[in-house]
């Protein structure tokens, strides 16, 4: 049962980089539209490249942690 919830939370992490537009006031801007608008105010690709590296540092673990668990869980 947890595997599948783990790939689950990986799969909401992932998407939510989709649905940038919910994000429309200060307090609930989502990480990728802050990067897109931060580029488009400083034209340096900088703050995408660093909001990738965050979401690769979030679900990297989540990913492998998930792997781990369905080989333990068997």
Known sequence: ??????????????????VFVLGTT???TELAKYGREAVAKTFNGTPITV?????????FPLTRLAAWLEVRGG
């Open 51 to 59: 909001v990738a590296l965050l979401y690769l540092a979030v679900t």
């Open 26 to 28: 200060a307090e609930t």
């Open 1 to 18: 049962m947890i595997p599948p919830l783990t790939n689950e939370l990986v799969l909401l992490l992932k998407d939510s980089s989709l």
